[in-house]
């Protein structure tokens, strides 16, 4: 296998580009996944699918993490079930990859069951109670403070916020209605009514599970609403919740690396969004939330009450209770 990527339009990449079925966010996610390993070895998705027993063990030595390995054959699974020609004349290529998703799903479910962290989230895990004291001691209005604002002053999501336009809104974010939302050309945006002292509201339509969760639409808390309103004071005027140094908003990717870069910077070890809901949920005492609370919640990170138990390591120190902002 060589290690040059190749130029070859990809038909297994057109397949998942062009599924309508396919959210924009999952589409973007499987096309870089596949890209990655196209790339790295030199040959297109709609080859390297039709050779599981080289690939398989190439993606095991690549990416270390049970996680990692699953996320890159789902990508495979994806633009393989997207190519009916392929996949009919490869029955057994298809049953393999469908066997090492099950093992791993299986391994990958055994680690969540025991409510452990791997290792390589050991290294990075944060205690929730550090984080507060370093967005706290951030320079009001940094681009720093609002990232980590938005990702503790409210349950944190995903790495969702890449491509969130700022928009004008009635005196009152509450008076928009489901029609004004529907009109709204950008997908995820974020409306600052015109009284300061209102809470600004953000619409999310486009996220990984939007096809399960539909739209999200949360008020904001006041104090993350002025963190918002600081930020946009100590900067030229911007269309966008964050952009890079053009004014443009980031691609998915590079918020992603944006996001991590500032958060190994500021905690000198390679903490990520995804650790921070780790270390959210680790904080909360559980023994304070009721069944109706646990699903708000979850609902409110835009994932399962399963995923919501999964995500709570037994390790965990609980710091904050149900509903208190930080």
Not at 29 to 51: D, F, N
Request: charged share 25%; glycine share 4%.
């Amino acid at each position: 296998m060589g290690h040059l990527a190749t130029t070859t339009p990809d038909k297994a990449l057109q397949g998942i580009l062009q599924d309508p079925e396919l959210s924009d966010s999952s589409k973007h996610t499987y096309a870089q996944r596949l890209k990655a390993i196209s790339a790295k070895l030199g040959q297109p998705i709609s080859e390297l699918v039709m050779q599981p027993m080289a690939i398989l063990p190439w993606i095991k030595q690549q990416y270390p993490e049970i996680a990692t390995q699953k996320n890159m054959v789902t990508a495979v699974l994806a633009a393989l079930r997207r190519m009916p020609a392929v996949k009919d004349r490869h029955p057994q290529a298809l049953a393999i990859w469908l066997r090492a998703s099950k093992e791993l799903e299986a391994q990958q479910q055994a680690r969540l069951k025991a409510n452990e962290p791997s290792a390589r989230q050991k290294k990075g895990y944060v205690d929730f109670r550090e984080v507060i004291k370093v967005r706290t001691s951030l320079a009001k209005g940094s681009r720093q403070r609002l990232l980590l604002a938005f990702h503790t002053m409210i349950p944190p999501l995903r790495c969702d916020l890449n491509r969130v336009a700022l928009l004008q809104c009635p005196a009152s974010a509450a008076t928009i209605s489901q029609d004004d939302v529907d009109r709204v050309q950008e997908n995820n945006f974020l409306c600052l009514p015109a009284d300061r002292k209102k809470p600004a509201i953000l619409v999310l339509r486009e996220f990984k599970t939007a096809n399960s969760a539909g739209i999200w639409r949360r008020k904001l808390p006041m104090n993350l609403t002025q963190e918002l309103w600081t930020s946009l004071q100590a900067e030229p005027p911007r269309r966008w919740l964050f952009t890079i140094k053009s004014g443009i908003p980031y691609t998915a990717k590079n918020f992603s690396k944006w996001c991590c870069a500032v958060l190994h910077k500021l905690f000198a070890r390679p903490l990520t969004l995804t650790l921070l809901r780790h270390s959210y949920l680790n904080a909360m005492d559980w023994n304070k939330l009721t069944t109706a609370a646990r699903e708000d919640l979850a609902a409110d990170m835009c994932h399962s009450t399963e995923m919501q138990d999964a995500f709570r390591w037994i390790s965990g120190k609980r710091l904050i209770g149900p509903g208190k902002q930080q």
